[in-house]
């Protein structure tokens, strides 16, 4: 549940999880009180005024609608289009929802026919979730959707203001995943 003022719920940790969503690592201590930094508060803000541009969320409304399907949803046949199939405990996780959450977001997925779930061959208590063919296609469309957003948000950035950015997220990338290194 979003909390009203827009800021982690007591006691949040923020985490990041490698590629193969197996391994958290903690990127702050448990937040008491306000653990915020001006520059911290800058760029969250920066990113809710981004939120509140139609043109960012348009492009998958439509077929959110079309389909009847939730931002959770989208969330999980997203995941699901980038990695590939998944456990559903590690889906979970990328989206930032319980287990039991994900148990029903799956049912209502394959009951709609986007996704199918099998037992793992190594380990049968284990479910991994993938799309079926119809899932597959419905995340092709809403990945050319995303990327046609991003597009014309890029087209309206210079050149070198691009490069910028991509330098900056690149070098970020790069150093959440040495700390993630460093904690093995």
């Known amino acids: 549940m979003r909390r009203p003022d827009d800021r982690p719920a007591?006691?949040?940790r923020l985490l990041a999880v490698d590629t193969d969503g197996e391994q958290e690592q903690d990127l702050g201590e448990e937040l008491e009180g306000d653990a915020s930094?001006?520059?911290?508060?800058?760029?969250?803000?920066l990113i809710i005024q981004l939120g509140r541009y139609?043109?960012?969320?348009?492009?998958?409304?439509?077929?959110?609608?079309?389909?009847?399907?939730?931002?959770?949803?989208?969330?999980?046949?997203m995941w699901l289009g980038n990695d590939g199939?998944?456990?559903?405990?590690?889906?979970?996780q990328r989206i930032g929802i319980t287990k039991k959450t994900i148990t029903g977001v799956v049912d209502r997925l394959e009951h709609m026919k986007l996704v199918e779930r099998t037992r793992d061959a190594e380990d049968r208590r284990a479910v991994i979730a993938r799309l079926t063919n119809q899932?597959?296609?419905?995340?092709?469309?809403?990945?050319?959707?995303?990327?046609?957003?991003?597009?014309?948000?890029?087209?309206?950035m210079e050149p070198e203001d691009r490069e910028a950015l991509f330098?900056?997220?690149?070098?970020?990338?790069?150093?959440?995943a040495s700390r993630a290194q460093q904690t093995v």
Do not use: F, W
Not at 56 to 63: E, V
Not at 135 to 156: E, F, K, P, T, W
């Open 85 to 92: 199939p998944s456990h559903v405990g590690a889906l979970a």
């Open 10 to 12: 007591p006691g949040a």
């Open 135 to 156: 899932g597959a296609a419905l995340y092709d469309r809403l990945n050319r959707s995303v990327n046609h957003a991003m597009g014309q948000m890029l087209a309206l």
């Open 54 to 77: 139609r043109s960012l969320r348009d492009p998958l409304h439509s077929i959110c609608e079309d389909h009847q399907l939730t931002p959770t949803q989208v969330h999980a046949l």
């Open 37 to 45: 930094t001006p520059e911290s508060r800058r760029l969250h803000e």
């Open 167 to 176: 330098g900056l997220m690149e070098r970020l990338l790069k150093r959440l």
